[in-house]
C-alpha cells in the first residue's frame, strides 16, 4: 500500500532482451519502500513479474547478471515443425527450477499475464494455474517461439495485443499503476553485434585424418558446420546491408509494439509512466542483462521527485 492506502500495481510490458530492465526499477522502487502488490505483466514483462511476485526476483537477477550468449544459445531448442524457430521448452524448465512449481493463486501478490488467442486475436488474461506454463505462454514470440496449445485454444505472446498491460492491472484493483514500457525509441533499432558474431565463428576442423571413417566423419562435421552457419547467416543477416529473419522480426514486432503501445496508453495512461532507454539493446540480446538491469534502476531514480510526489512519500 501507498502511504495514502491506495493499492499499488506494476504493469511490466513486453520487449525481449530489453526486459531485464523491469528488475532494476523493481529494485529502486523497493529502495523507495514502494512494493506494488499487484503485478500485471506482458511477454519478458511476465518472466520477472512472476520471479518478483513469487519472491525470487533477487535469485533471477544472480542469473540474468552471470548470463553469457553461450549460455543463451545452448537453451536454444531448435524446431522447424511447431509454428517457430525454438520450442521454449529449455528456457521453462530452467526457468521453473529458479521459481519452483506454485499455481498463481497461491503467489505472495497478486498476478497476471497477458497473452494473445492466435485464432481470433482476443487477449487472454492468465490468472491461475501454473506460474511458469503462464509465463511460457506470455512469451511465445511470434515466429520465434512455438505457440502455446491451452485449453483447445493457440496462444501467443501477450505483446502482441497489449504490450503494457494496464487495464489488466486496473481490472486486478490497482487504483495507481506504474507502467514500464520497454519501447521507447526502438523503431529502427537494431543490433546485431553478438549474432554476427556467432554466424562468423570458425569451426577448427582436421582433414589431414588417415582413417577412412575419421575422414568420413569429419567431412560430414564440416558439412553440418556449413549448413549451420548457413543457416545462422540467412537468420541474422550475411553483411550488415542484408537484414536477416531476425532482424525483419525484430523490427516488425518493434513497429508493432510501439503502434500499439501508444494507442492503449491514449485509453488507458497509467498514473506514472517509465521508459528506460534501451533502444540500442536487439531481440536476443539477453547476455546483456547487467546494461538493462542498471538502466531500469537509472530510470527510477530519474523520477524520484515524480515518484513522491504520485505516492505522498
Not at 526499477?25 to 513479474?49: C, K, R, T
Not at 526476483?57 to 511447431?82: F, H, N, P, Q, T
Not at 492491472?169 to 514500464?180: D, K, P, S, T
Not at 547476455?287 to 513522491?308: F, P, S, T
Request: charged residues 20%; aromatic residues 6%.
Amino acid at each position: 500500500m501507498s502511504p495514502d492506502n491506495k493499492r499499488i500495481g506494476i504493469a511490466l510490458g513486453s520487449g525481449s532482451a530489453r526486459g531485464w530492465a523491469h528488475i532494476g526499477v523493481l529494485n529502486a522502487l523497493a529502495e523507495m519502500d514502494i512494493y506494488p502488490e499487484i503485478i500485471a505483466g506482458s511477454s519478458i514483462g511476465a518472466l520477472v513479474g512472476g520471479a518478483y511476485a513469487s519472491d525470487r526476483l533477487a535469485d533471477m537477477e544472480r542469473m540474468v547478471r552471470a548470463l553469457s550468449w553461450k549460455d543463451i544459445v545452448a537453451y536454444m531448442d531448435m524446431s522447424i515443425m511447431g509454428g517457430g524457430l525454438l520450442q521454449g521448452e529449455k528456457l521453462v524448465e530452467f526457468f521453473r527450477q529458479h521459481v519452483n512449481s506454485i499455481h498463481i493463486e497461491d503467489l505472495p501478490r497478486r498476478f497476471a499475464a497477458v497473452a494473445t488467442d492466435l485464432n481470433n486475436g482476443q487477449e487472454i488474461w492468465l490468472q491461475q494455474g501454473d506460474l511458469v506454463q503462464a509465463v511460457r505462454t506470455s512469451g511465445a514470440l511470434p515466429g520465434l517461439f512455438t505457440p502455446v496449445k491451452k485449453d483447445g485454444r493457440w496462444l501467443i505472446d501477450g505483446g502482441v495485443v497489449d504490450p503494457v498491460p494496464v487495464s489488466l492491472c486496473r481490472a486486478m484493483g490497482a487504483e495507481v499503476v506504474i507502467a514500464v514500457s520497454l519501447n521507447s525509441g526502438i523503431v529502427g533499432k537494431h543490433s546485431r553485434k553478438r549474432q554476427q558474431k556467432v554466424a562468423e565463428n570458425p569451426v577448427d576442423l582436421h582433414p589431414q585424418d588417415s582413417d577412412l571413417w575419421q575422414r568420413i566423419s569429419r567431412q560430414l562435421e564440416e558439412t553440418m558446420f556449413r549448413q549451420k552457419n548457413l543457416l545462422l547467416s540467412r537468420l541474422f543477416g550475411e553483411h550488415i546491408n542484408t537484414p536477416g529473419l531476425i532482424e525483419v522480426l525484430a523490427g516488425s514486432i518493434n513497429i508493432m509494439q510501439d503502434r500499439i503501445t501508444r494507442s492503449r496508453m491514449a485509453g488507458d495512461p497509467p498514473e506514472l509512466l517509465l521508459a528506460p532507454r534501451l533502444s540500442q539493446l536487439g531481440l536476443m540480446e539477453f547476455d546483456q542483462g547487467e546494461l538493462a538491469i542498471e538502466e531500469g534502476y537509472a530510470c527510477v531514480q530519474r523520477h524520484q521527485v515524480e515518484i513522491r510526489h504520485l505516492l505522498n512519500i
